[in-house]
């Protein structure tokens, strides 16, 4: 018998079924594991916690949300919000995710509003240590819907930076568009920032979508649109 914090104790042959199943997160019950996994009816995609180094991603319907190569989900988000530079003020987060990105911003910002489309999500996270303090973070304001059309709902001039980590453009391609893009810009303030996340540059459909995304910024008016490879996508201002 093993006995893990929480006075929870399980029974060794159950550790063969973490070793069978190495590319997944379980949870621990009294009445034995768990895959940490959810499916939306909503909109029928598949999310399951998958481990790292570090802290964990999440695979939606098998795509992972995070860098895992050389580098951890955790490593990765703090290497965005460096490109992004100081996060002070009121920050958009424009896809919860996981929540490391709020929560990252959370320590620095005033306020940070995070939205997220699916509430299957919530789930995930709650079950994530690394995430789970999402919802009792004071300065963390969750919001459930789709980012195209809760952007419509804030007031111009909302947000001092906004962090636009979307999943990959064939998920999501109105998070990459023009109308989209005109949004962020309404709701930035004077000497706004925005990150955008994109993929690696160095990829045939990175570079192409990269330079789809700085055209439409600057048609949408922003100004000083800059690569950042390290991060993996671009500030603007």
Wanted: hydrophobic residues 35%; contains cysteine.
């Amino acid at each position: 018998m093993i006995e893990l914090p929480g006075n929870l104790r399980m029974d060794a042959d159950y550790l063969q079924a973490v070793v069978d199943d190495p590319n997944s997160c379980m949870r621990v019950q009294p009445d034995g594991l768990y895959k940490v996994s959810a499916f939306s009816e909503e909109t029928g995609r598949y999310y399951s916690l998958y481990p790292t180094s570090g802290a964990p991603t999440m695979l939606i319907s098998g795509i992972p949300m995070h860098r895992v190569k050389d580098t951890d989900p955790y490593a990765d988000t703090r290497t965005k919000i460096r490109a992004a530079g100081p996060l002070t003020g009121d920050v958009l987060d424009t896809c919860t995710g996981l929540g490391y990105t709020a929560l990252e911003a959370a320590r620095t910002a005033r306020s940070v509003t995070t939205l997220e489309l699916d509430p299957t999500v919530y789930e995930i996270i709650r079950q994530n240590p690394w995430s789970a303090h999402l919802f009792d973070t004071p300065n963390i304001s969750p919001r459930t819907g789709d980012s195209a059309t809760l952007i419509t709902e804030f007031a111009d001039a909302s947000f001092d930076v906004i962090v636009h980590d979307p999943p990959m453009f064939n998920l999501a391609g109105e998070l990459y568009g023009l109308d989209f893009y005109t949004q962020c810009r309404r709701v930035l303030r004077r000497r706004g920032r925005l990150f955008h996340y994109i993929g690696n540059p160095d990829s045939k459909s990175g570079a192409t979508v990269t330079r789809g995304v700085v055209r439409r910024l600057q048609e949408a008016g922003f100004l000083r649109v800059t690569p950042h490879p390290e991060a993996f996508g671009v500030t603007a201002a």
